[in-house]
Nanobody, 117 residues
């Protein structure tokens, strides 16, 4: 089994920064893909950023240049550094990991990010 636990959400003013962290119960480098998704009220869950086993990263256009996804080998975490936050970044952010021989998806419980003045 795999567990993913997010932390780091909260309330921040527009233009501010937050760092989300997702702790995995398995070695972070054993995942095929690690990703952050978000879901705003009334909207579908969307992929925000992902990092593959070999380190390739991808971002949704709306966060390019502002968000950075990274892995911490020592802590077995995947982090999302969010800068220049905007009110439209407000959502519940979920950590996702694809793991195992059948590449099953695992999800964290989510962490709320609210960007408001």
């Amino acid at each position: 089994q795999v567990q993913l636990v997010e932390s780091g959400g909260g309330l921040v003013r527009p233009g501010g920064s937050l760092r989300l962290s997702c702790a995995a119960s398995r070695s972070i480098f054993s995942f095929w893909v690690l990703a952050w998704y978000r879901q705003a009220p009334g909207k579908q869950r969307e992929l925000v950023a992902q990092i593959t086993k070999i380190g390739t990263t991808n971002y949704v256009d709306s966060v390019k240049g502002r968000f950075t996804i990274s892995r911490d080998n020592a802590k077995d975490t995947v982090d999302l550094q969010m800068n220049s936050l905007k009110p439209e970044d407000t959502a519940v952010y979920y950590c996702n990991g694809r793991w195992g021989t059948i590449a099953r998806d695992y999800w964290g419980q989510g962490t709320q990010v609210t960007v408001s003045s």
